[in-house]
């Protein structure tokens, strides 16, 4: 039997609602262990504390832009690989195109079904 | 009679007898009708010479001998298929038994009066539509809020209805059971969040004029509550301070959170790049003042003295392009004018405050009726209120000081009934829809209970019908029609009770 190596998610949302629901979804799938954050320095602590394989970020923060946040985290070696996903309710041209330069592509917007989240985990079912 | 002189004329003119018959016409007559002299000099009379033109040349032949002058209305004749509009002046010559007939071709004024009433009129359609837009811009400006809004509890109630579905595959249903509740919880909470948007859109946008009586606390609430994601994001302070509550005014509730939200966007405008942005909504009243205030505070970037004068102007804006219309103060002030109000601007201690005045009642709050019970009270001019909307007892009690009539209010039919087994009122005054028991439910069993108070319904002008229906049946006296002033009211009173 082939062990699936163990994947950890970190996600960062203002809103408590919406990152619960993320962590409920993906804990329906095993060898994931799911995280939440909801503002960017507890986020910040716990990337230091903890090794992620995949992070997903609101564009939407109160403070800064999800962009913002991703931007200084790549300009740190360690974190240059980390597979991003940026999560929006609304489509605007300016966060496309920043997250594109940036060399985010993983763009999902509001209201998604599970099956584009782990898509964008490239978890298969 | 010398007619030399009317040859040199432009005009046209002529001279009829009293059969009005023509004795003379000029030059410019010939010319204007383009019909030959020999026709002319043929007609029998004015009928016949005019015979395209509407007008009772008999009745102003008479008219002109009693009054001596006479001018006549505007008439229309149609000569070489071109539409011409002329007025006749009719003056008298008693001793010739003369009268002279001189013709105004007023078609160039009236060609130019029509122009200008239709210029006039899409001048006005377009500003209709420039206020429209401006409520769309508003919207627009507010759409990624919106979106935001809306898609979040969106994700949450999608989400979880998958959460359901994922339950449900699993052997022992009733180890899920808590997690499908919770689930479905929020799938509700979502849907009524949504919902909630949704309507308060559909009101801001719904072109209506009618005027309620609203609390103004309630629309500084909506306003707020609109403008919410923006002022979040932005890391501002947004505070209401309510210095004096209860204050209703008869507005007309979306065109005052239009100018609401208007300020407030300015307010969050002026406020960026500034350290510790705050915004206060502030609701009050000055003593002796017959208006109400709603102070729109911000510590922004305030705005140079030059321009103070010029902010209330059409297409006036510091704004960056695209971003203002510079129609969101004009259409503010138009509102506010509309409600006999005003809307001025401050600045003092790097504060910009923008105070909107408005005309209020003032209301006294409804209390209890506990102190009616123990008596003290003369038992004539009682009247007795039943509306669930707490806000219309307040306002008809208000209504009710100094008239020397007693206000007795209640929030139900139920209630109402029971207040009426211990105590008499010379007039019951009912709410047509009411949630438990409609009015005309509570007047039916009040005449089965063998009380024969005359009843007056009170609502909008939908239940107009259902006034007709009782009005025989349940010996209902009178409909006051929703929103009502306190003439009314005290005149539909007065005239009941005497009846």
Redesign the interface.
Known sequence: MIELKKQNILILDDDKQICTLLQNLLKKMKGIECVIASDPIEAMYKIENQQFAHLIVEYNLKQKTGIDFIRNLKRIEKYKDINYILISSNVEKKMVMEALQLGVSNILVKPFESKDLFGKLKISL | MDTSLFDTLFEPVLIVDLYSKPIYFNNALVTFLKKSPRIIKKSENLKTMFYEVEYNFEKAISDVQKKGQILSEEVEITLDEEKLFLVFKLVYFEDKKLILICLNDISVEKRLHNKYREQIQELKNVHDQIIQADKLNSIGELT?GI??E???P???????A??IA?SLTERDLNTERE?IMSSSM?IMN?LGRIKNIINSMKEFLYKSDEKEYVDLEEIIDRSIGFMQKAY??D?ITLEKDVKKSDIVCLINQNKIEQVLINLLQNAIDATENVDFPHITVELGKEPESPFVYIDVIDNGRGIESGNAEKIFETFFTTKEIGKGTGLGLTISSKIIKSHDGEITLKQNDGKTIFRIELPTIEVSSFTDNENLFQGNIADENRILVVDNEANILNLCKSFFADTGFDFIGSTCGEDALEILEKINVNLIITDIKMPSMSGTEFVKELRSRDNQTPVVYMSGKDKIINFQEDKDKLGVKGLLVKPFSRDELIKIIKSTISS
């Open positions: 990624a979106a935001h809306i898609n979040n969106l994700t949450i109630a999608s989400g979880n998958e959460m994922f997690s929020d979502s979040k994001s890391e």
